[in-house]
């Protein structure tokens, strides 16, 4: 019976400190999230600061290149919704892909329409677990 519970209180200390190196590598990382639907922008910003993650945000993407080409700290991930006015998601991903200074940063694109081949994309209405989840994966490289 003691054999057990050492056993228990070794893999609940294992789970606590794997908690949090995880929530530290959170503290660390930033995510843009750009959509011009406010409450969209506003759930997932709030999902993501819950989670430990820093969040900028913009309200379309002419507004998120602009911030992300003339601001020095760079987020880690953008999430990017893809039908916007000004600059739709592709539009952007199309300009940053050009830009030294931001084409590294990865993409998943956020939509209620469909998948966009050969990306990362999160499907409106938005889940809590799927986000986090394909953001951890992407922040990975998985």
């Known amino acids: 019976m ?3 519970l050492n056993i228990q209180n070794s893999m609940q200390k294992q789970d606590d400190e794997f908690t949090e190196m995880l929530l530290s590598t959170r ?6 999230v750009i959509d011009d639907d406010l409450d969209h922008r506003l759930i997932v910003a709030e999902i993501l600061v819950n989670a430990g993650y820093t969040v900028m945000t ?3 993407g002419e507004v998120g290149l ?3 080409i003339h601001n020095a700290d760079k987020p880690d ?3 990017l919704d893809l039908m916007m006015p000004e600059k739709d998601g592709l539009a952007f991903r199309k300009e940053q892909r050009t830009v030294d200074s931001i084409a ?3 993409v998943v694109f956020l939509s209620g329409q469909g998948l966009v081949e050969g990306e990362t994309c999160l499907m409106k209405p938005i889940d809590e677990r799927v986000v ?3 953001v951890e994966e992407v922040m990975l490289g998985k």
């Open 2 to 4: 003691q054999d057990q």
């Open 27 to 32: 503290r660390r990382k930033k995510v843009m």
């Open 58 to 60: 913009a309200k379309d």
């Open 66 to 68: 602009n911030t992300l």
């Open 77 to 79: 991930l953008i999430i």
């Open 104 to 106: 590294h940063i990865p």
């Open 132 to 134: 986090l989840k394909t």
